[in-house]
Nanobody
Framework: QVQLVESGGGLVQPGGSLRLSCAASGFTFSSSAMSWYRQAPGKERELVAIIGSAGGTNYADSVKGRFAISRDNAKNTVYLQMNSLKPDDTAVYYC????????WGQGTRVTVSS
């Protein structure tokens, strides 16, 4: 089955950390660029980070220096390490595979609040 399944979201205090995971199945993960998006309440979905098949990365300005995207091709999994979290990081986080037909996960909710 072709799918992406995110996990790792939750409630965290400002300044805390979370690591999101996205497990892929049903397609050639190693040759696909992978990305994380987020959508906050009342806002449009925005790109957070992207990692190419060769491992090159790029980040939104708002998360540079705080978030790190990585991939493990042996596990067909992409990660998003989020540090120094802020209330503005509160959103549903989605994983996306860049394929001929883009593939999205169902999302995992991150809430940053004291």
């Amino acid at each position: 089955q072709v799918q992406l399944v995110e996990s790792g979201g939750g409630l965290v205090q400002p300044g805390g950390s979370l690591r999101l995971s996205c497990a892929a199945s049903g397609f050639t993960f190693s040759s696909s660029a992978m990305s994380w998006y987020r959508q906050a309440p009342g806002k449009e979905r925005e790109l957070v980070a992207i990692i190419g098949s060769a491992g090159g990365t790029n980040y939104a300005d708002s998360v540079k220096g705080r978030f790190a995207i990585s991939r493990d091709n042996a596990k067909n999994t992409v990660y998003l390490q989020m540090n120094s979290l802020k209330p503005d990081d509160t959103a549903v986080y989605y994983c996306k595979a860049s394929r001929l037909v883009p593939l999205w996960g169902q999302g995992t909710r991150v809430t940053v609040s004291s």
